[in-house]
Each structure stands twice: as C-alpha cells, then as structure tokens.
C-alpha cells in the first residue's frame, strides 16, 4: 500500500493540517516510509506469543482496597454548613 500527492492532500484536509505544495512530495515519502514498515511488521510470525503490556517483567503496585473515613470524620465536618451524624447533609435534588 502506497499514497499518492492526492491522498496526502487529502489526510492534511482532513486533519486541519496546513501542508504547503513543496511539502507534499516529502510527507508522501514519509507516509509510504511508514505503511512499508506496518507492512514489514504484519510478516511477522506471532502465532503463540502472548500478548504483554511491557517488554519488562512489572508488577503493579496496588494498596489494599480498603475503604475508611481517613478517621477524622469530625475535622472534616467541622466547616458542614448542616452535618448529621458523620454525614453532609444536602438539599434532595432527585424526585
């Protein structure tokens, strides 16, 4: 697969890119530059290869799913205009 100067008139159209005629030519070279390498990249043989996220063995750090007031319930109702138990109270905004 290749592009032509139209279609890359076409892509800097539609991408509300400005794109001045003598730079056409060179965006065409770079866009069938990168196709041909897509291209090369599809011939390769993935059957078996497990799909990975990193090239480095990752472990992701996770907190204990823990939900908690933080424990200082009343410091943080303490400006609550109206406050009941350890709660805001607010004006119903659903019939």
């Given at each position: 697969m290749s592009v032509d100067s139209a279609v890359v008139r076409r892509i800097a159209h539609l991408a509300r890119i400005a794109v001045e005629e003598n730079e056409v030519e060179r965006l065409r070279g770079e866009?069938?530059?990168?196709?041909s390498f897509v291209e090369t990249l599809s011939?390769?043989?993935v059957e078996g290869?497990?799909?990975i996220a990193s090239v480095l063995p990752m472990?992701?750090?996770k907190r204990a799913d823990v939900?908690?007031?933080g424990?200082?319930?009343?410091?943080?109702?303490?400006?609550?205009p109206v406050k009941e138990d350890h709660?805001?109270?607010?004006?119903k905004v659903v019939e």
């Open positions: 866009l069938n530059a990168i196709l011939e390769v043989d290869v497990e799909p472990q992701m750090k939900v908690t007031d424990g200082i319930a009343q410091d943080v109702l303490v400006n609550a709660y805001f109270v607010v004006p």
